[in-house]
């Protein structure tokens, strides 16, 4: 930090100009980082909500399990997905460890396969935002990139 700061605020300058300027360019960075990533989270975590339940549906009915056994699942499934608080990952192993998974290779499988998944898919989800936000810490970089440059 020490650097930095002696980067942004030169001592030859007014310190209160400099950490002014400073202070107000990293809170307007924020704020338009902000404006630009959460829009963007919402959509593609909207997206992925939807793609995970399409890739769930097609892993239960897919799966190599008889439909006596499907059905009864995926209304625990369900309940499960309904019940759970809001912001808490609900617990999808268990409509399925309570109908059997331990003693059935078949069901623990399609379990394993729905899970992985969901995972996969929502994690995904976060793609863009991570890249963006990525993008914003490389240009944070420039102005002292510049300052270097200027110096040598």
Same mark, same amino acid.
């Given at each position: 930090m020490p650097i930095l700061s002696h980067a942004a605020v030169p001592p030859e300058r007014g310190l209160v100009r400099a950490g002014t300027t400073t202070i107000g360019a990293r809170h307007a960075g924020l704020v338009v980082a902000l404006a630009l990533i959460a829009p963007l989270l919402s959509h593609d975590l909207e997206r992925g909500g939807r793609n995970a339940l399409l890739a769930g549906t097609r892993i239960i009915l897919d799966?190599?399990?008889?439909? #006596?056994? !499907?059905?009864? /699942? $995926?209304?625990? %499934? #369900?309940?499960?997905?309904?019940?759970?608080? !809001?912001? /808490? /990952?609900?617990? %999808? !192993?268990?409509?399925?460890?309570? #109908?059997? @998974?331990?003693?059935?290779?078949? %069901?623990?499988? /399609? #379990?394993?396969?729905?899970?992985?998944?969901?995972? @996969?898919?929502?994690?995904?989800?976060?793609?863009?935002?991570?890249?963006?936000? $990525?993008?914003? @810490?490389? @240009?944070?970089l420039v102005p002292i990139l510049v300052r270097r440059w200027d110096a040598s």
């Open positions: 799966g190599n399990v008889p439909l #006596r056994q !499907k059905v009864p /699942v $995926a209304l625990d %499934l #369900r309940t499960a997905l309904e019940s759970a608080p !809001k912001g /808490v /990952v609900p617990d %999808l !192993k268990q409509p399925f460890d309570s #109908r059997g @998974a331990q003693h059935d290779a078949n %069901l623990r499988h /399609v #379990r394993d396969d729905l899970i992985g998944t969901l995972q @996969a898919t929502l994690t995904r989800s976060f793609r863009l935002s991570f890249l963006l936000s $990525a993008l914003f @810490a490389l @240009a944070a």
